[in-house]
């Protein structure tokens, strides 16, 4: 319910097939007066639609989007609390690979992309912040005094910004995974079995994100297109000439928020006794198998910190980095988060050799 009323509220980007007909950013009255210009063009808009249509049902059956959505909301979390819970750099790593792959697994990879880049920024900023100033490691690299302070940068200290980096990654881009693979109105029927309110909220607020960016970058757009350099100058002078543009993101989020509220009142929300409709989905046997990976998976997650499996040396010496991938709980998880990937690939027969 939570995305149709932020379809109706905000628009919606159709497919790029309905684009020749102006239906980029167009609503769904709009699309309907556009298809009614001619016979002709009526045929080839509803063509275009039903192909965007079946090009979205087909991507729907990848990855950890044709789970049901409790078996990707565990495969998620069994992949957020591994990379929190690692602190090897390599075994983040890894993590971190497994993530980006069941993003490519699943089909979303490029709209992930905005996470991909707010990851990267705060995993730079990391892996610059805490090699100046984490320098308790024994084997200085460069080193400075300034008065009485003394600045080091030890390998210790860079092997620890890296680990940290990847660990901020990997839970970055396991969390888009939520966002991405389950639907919103899934999201908000998982969540209104607790508390109907809280979910609705924290679904608006999951769905309007994306909308936020495409509306920064529209606006954007549209400066550069009237001659305004953004780009040039100091990081400063650029930062400067993007300050009015959170006064129009403020101004649009307000009113999209007061359509959003006008909509879910015309559709009588609070008005009377709560409703719910679900559309039952049988359980499979992938569903079964990713479901009892990332249980086994978690567990041994959170079984592995409580022994201990988890902890790394940085300081003042690093510690083997090679010999806990040896570890049985590191095994155990790294089966119960691949499992999902392998079970949810489009397996098809090989063709038959006629003679």
Same mark, same amino acid.
């Given at each position: 319910m939570a995305s149709r009323l932020i379809h109706v509220a905000a628009g919606r980007d159709a497919a790029a097939d309905l684009a020749p007909y102006g239906a980029g950013t167009a609503s769904p009255l709009r699309e309907r007066t556009l298809a009614s210009r001619g016979p002709e063009d009526r045929t080839r808009f509803r063509a275009a639609r039903r192909a965007a249509l079946l090009r979205?049902?087909? +991507? !729907?059956?990848? #990855? %950890? !989007? !044709?789970l049901r959505p409790a078996v990707s909301l565990s495969c998620t979390l069994? %992949?957020?609390?591994?990379? %929190?819970v690692t602190t090897n750099p390599v075994q983040s790593a890894v993590i971190l690979v497994i993530v980006v792959t069941t993003l490519a697994a699943s089909r979303v990879l490029r709209a992930a992309w905005p996470y991909i880049r707010v990851s990267l920024y705060i995993a730079a900023v990391v892996l610059l912040v805490n090699p100046l100033f984490a320098g308790a490691g024994l084997d200085v690299l460069w080193? =400075? #005094?300034? #008065?009485?302070? !003394? =600045?080091? @940068?030890?390998?210790? #200290?860079v092997v620890?910004? @890296?680990g940290s980096a990847l660990r901020l990654a990997g839970v970055i881009l396991a969390f888009s995974l939520l966002n991405l693979c389950v639907?919103?109105?899934?999201?908000l029927a998982m969540a209104s079995r607790f508390s109907f309110r809280s979910g609705l909220v924290l679904s608006l607020a999951a769905r309007l994100l994306p909308v936020f960016s495409r509306d920064a970058a529209r606006i954007i757009d549209a400066q550069r297109a009237r001659g305004v350099r953004l780009d040039d100058g100091r990081a400063h002078h650029r930062a400067a000439l993007r300050l009015p543009l959170l006064a129009t993101l403020l101004t649009q989020s307000l009113e999209r928020a007061v359509d959003v509220a006008a909509s879910m009142e015309a559709r009588g929300y609070g008005a009377g006794r709560r409703t719910r409709w679900a559309r039952r989905r049988r359980w499979t046997p992938t569903d079964a198998a990713a479901l009892s990976a990332a249980v086994t998976a978690f567990a041994a997650v959170v079984v592995g910190a409580v022994a201990g499996a988890w902890s790394f040396t940085y300081f003042p010496l690093l510690g083997d980095i090679w010999s806990p991938l040896g570890d049985a709980f590191w095994l155990v998880v790294v089966a119960g988060l691949v499992i999902p990937l392998i079970v949810t690939m489009p397996w098809r027969p090989l063709? +038959? +050799?006629s003679r």
């Amino acid at each position: 319910m939570a995305s149709r009323l932020i379809h109706v509220a905000a628009g919606r980007d159709a497919a790029a097939d309905l684009a020749p007909y102006g239906a980029g950013t167009a609503s769904p009255l709009r699309e309907r007066t556009l298809a009614s210009r001619g016979p002709e063009d009526r045929t080839r808009f509803r063509a275009a639609r039903r192909a965007a249509l079946l090009r979205e049902r087909e +991507s !729907r059956r990848y #990855g %950890l !989007r !044709r789970l049901r959505p409790a078996v990707s909301l565990s495969c998620t979390l069994a %992949l957020a609390a591994a990379a %929190l819970v690692t602190t090897n750099p390599v075994q983040s790593a890894v993590i971190l690979v497994i993530v980006v792959t069941t993003l490519a697994a699943s089909r979303v990879l490029r709209a992930a992309w905005p996470y991909i880049r707010v990851s990267l920024y705060i995993a730079a900023v990391v892996l610059l912040v805490n090699p100046l100033f984490a320098g308790a490691g024994l084997d200085v690299l460069w080193g =400075i #005094g300034v #008065g009485p302070f !003394r =600045i080091a @940068v030890t390998v210790q #200290g860079v092997v620890f910004g @890296v680990g940290s980096a990847l660990r901020l990654a990997g839970v970055i881009l396991a969390f888009s995974l939520l966002n991405l693979c389950v639907d919103p109105d899934d999201q908000l029927a998982m969540a209104s079995r607790f508390s109907f309110r809280s979910g609705l909220v924290l679904s608006l607020a999951a769905r309007l994100l994306p909308v936020f960016s495409r509306d920064a970058a529209r606006i954007i757009d549209a400066q550069r297109a009237r001659g305004v350099r953004l780009d040039d100058g100091r990081a400063h002078h650029r930062a400067a000439l993007r300050l009015p543009l959170l006064a129009t993101l403020l101004t649009q989020s307000l009113e999209r928020a007061v359509d959003v509220a006008a909509s879910m009142e015309a559709r009588g929300y609070g008005a009377g006794r709560r409703t719910r409709w679900a559309r039952r989905r049988r359980w499979t046997p992938t569903d079964a198998a990713a479901l009892s990976a990332a249980v086994t998976a978690f567990a041994a997650v959170v079984v592995g910190a409580v022994a201990g499996a988890w902890s790394f040396t940085y300081f003042p010496l690093l510690g083997d980095i090679w010999s806990p991938l040896g570890d049985a709980f590191w095994l155990v998880v790294v089966a119960g988060l691949v499992i999902p990937l392998i079970v949810t690939m489009p397996w098809r027969p090989l063709p +038959s +050799s006629s003679r």
